[in-house]
T-cell receptor, first 115, second 114 residues
Framework: DQQVKQNSPSLSVQEGRISILNCDYT??????FLWYKKYPAEGPTFLIS?????DKNEDGRFTVFLNKSAKHLSLHIVPSQPGDSAVYFC??????????????FGTGTLLAVQP | GAGVSQSPSNKVTEKGKDVELRCDPI?????LYWYRQSLGQGLEFLIY????????KSGLPSDRFSAERTGGSVSTLTIQRTQQEDSAVYLC????????????FGPGTRLTVL
């Protein structure tokens, strides 16, 4: 049962253009969402997050949008740079309150930014 | 400062053998997590340690998997009688406190079971 889904395994974008990575989830109890970036042979690194009480969070070139009614979030990277080429994982957290603070991850989207 | 480290970086073993994977979390981080990523899959939660509390083992796929965390720091994930389906990258992460959302990951151990 895949509670967090990234339906696009890969995405190719031209340098300078916008990259949009999508993520869908099924559990309406998720209260916090994160994006991680992973280069080959390295562990994932935290990129940006959003609380379920917000619908947008921006950090430099990275913006995350949350649509709770659609159970959908997206990561926008603009402008895209070749160094952004990596696998991007969407993750969701079940609410605190006795439950483990573990993250449920999607399968990842490989972003390739072409120079 | 030092990040999360894991050893070995690669491990090749024969089916039926036991393996131990090690994780050194960031100093002072009280929460430690193990995940694994199988080919074509997302990161799958295995086990979680928080301070001196009983670990959350709900993600361990079978009783061949176990983990310890000694002294609230270093953790060892042990897989007994390895099977080919255990082949994956095993990732360790730590975070500063329970409820803190950002987890810092190590580089992972790539386990191959022949």
């Amino acid at each position: 049962d895949q509670q967090v889904k990234q339906n696009s395994p890969s995405l190719s974008v031209q340098e300078g253009r916008i990259s949009i990575l999508n993520c869908d989830y099924t559990n309406s109890m998720f209260d916090y969402f994160l994006w991680y970036k992973k280069y080959p042979a390295e562990g994932p690194t935290f990129l940006i997050s959003i609380s379920s009480i917000k619908d947008k969070n921006e950090d430099g070139r990275f913006t995350v949008f949350l649509n709770k009614s659609a159970k959908h979030l997206s990561l926008h990277i603009v402008p895209s740079q070749p160094g952004d080429s990596a696998v991007y994982f969407c993750a969701a957290r079940r609410p605190y309150g006795g439950a483990t603070n573990k993250l449920i991850f999607g399968t990842g989207t490989l972003l390739a930014v072409q120079p | 400062g030092a990040g999360v480290s894991q050893s070995p970086s690669n491990k090749v073993t024969e089916k039926g053998k036991d393996v131990e994977l090690r994780c050194d979390p960031i100093s002072g981080h009280t929460a430690l997590y193990w995940y694994r990523q199988s080919l074509g899959q997302g990161l799958e939660f295995l086990i979680y340690f928080q301070g001196n509390s009983a670990p959350d083992k709900s993600g361990l796929p079978s009783d061949r998997f176990s983990a310890e965390r000694t002294g609230g720091s270093v953790s060892t994930l042990t897989i007994q009688r390895t099977q080919q389906e255990d082949s994956a990258v095993y990732l360790c992460a730590s975070s500063a406190r329970h409820g803190f959302n950002e987890q810092f990951f190590g580089p992972g151990t790539r386990l191959t079971v022949l």
